[in-house]
């Protein structure tokens, strides 16, 4: 028996959306990233003798 491991032509188009989904999933990924950080600092709280997490403390 033997394997063949030939592609399938691409239907027409088809790299362009994938590059195009990629590069969102990158710039979505590249600005989201600290601000989720951020969101799930505030989100934890600080640690027990430390002041209080704030947006503005985080801000200034």
């Keep these: 028996m033997q394997l063949n491991f ?3 032509p691409e239907p ?5 959306r994938l ?3 990629l590069k969102v ?3 979505v ?9 951020i969101y799930l600092g505030i989100k934890k709280g600080s640690d027990p ?3 209080e997490i ?3 403390s ?3």
């Design 49 to 51: 003798g430390l002041p």
């Design 19 to 21: 590059n195009n989904v």
């Design 29 to 37: 990924y590249q600005y989201g990233f600290i601000p989720y950080v």
């Design 12 to 16: 027409t188009g088809a790299r362009a």
């Design 54 to 56: 704030t947006l503005r």
């Design 6 to 8: 030939q592609m399938e």
């Design 58 to 60: 985080v801000l200034w």
């Design 25 to 27: 999933c990158r710039v």
